[in-house]
């Protein structure tokens, strides 16, 4: 599995980049006005986030209907080579994936819960689909059966275009609240997690290894001074 980085924060994804881990960042509208974003600053924005990352950059559209969806998709696009634009899963959404997808440009429908809206989001032609987890945690249900329903149901047919191999579309974990997350999105098979930088920071985390360290480095001290 890999990980992005869910945050518009230019400090959170430099610093998970020098870490050597990082495959790609996501973006969304709340994060973005999170950081104090202003409405002519984002195409910049994106772009910087797109230079500090070697991988897909997620920029997601605010066009409801789908003349505005792909025009929109369209300049994002044109921001960067590894731009990808993200799509609400609905109805407008799904058409603009396919005119957005036919040009070659990849596209991650958001907002994903069910299996057949990932389905669809597959057969419009995405490259991505994100389910999310923690929403459906917060409204009482159980956010990794949710994923892990869709991560059986895409992999049950296979949506590969044309042989390329690296060109099936991939499932992003999101709505990531905890290491807890990550851990089961990978034992479910999910492709990518993205996580909040504080949720990163946390799958590095364990008492053994804290405590595991500080008696290493004790111990070296007493090699020092034998
Ligand atoms: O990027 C979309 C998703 O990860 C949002 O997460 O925590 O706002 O539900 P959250």
Known sequence: MKFF??????????EAASWGALAGVTTNPTLYARIGG?????????????????????????????DGIVEEGRALAAIAPNVVVKVPTMVEGLAATRTLANEGIRVNMTLCFTVPQALLAARSG?????????????????????????????????????????ESIEVIAASIRSANHVTQAALLGADIATVPFNVLKKCLEHPLTTSGLTSFLNDWEKVRNA
């Open 126 to 166: 995405a490259r991505y689909v994100s389910p999310f987890v923690g929403r459906f945690d917060d409204s009482s249900e159980d956010g990794l059966e949710h994923l892990s329903n869709i991560v059986i149901a895409l992999n049950n047919y296979d949506f590969t275009k044309a042989g390329v191999a690296d």
């Open 5 to 14: 980085l869910d945050t518009a924060d230019l400090n959170e994804i430099e």
């Open 38 to 66: 202003r409405l002519a600053d984002f195409p910049a924005h994106i772009g910087r986030i797109c230079a500090l990352v070697d991988g897909p950059v997620s920029a997601e559209t605010v066009e409801t209907r789908r």
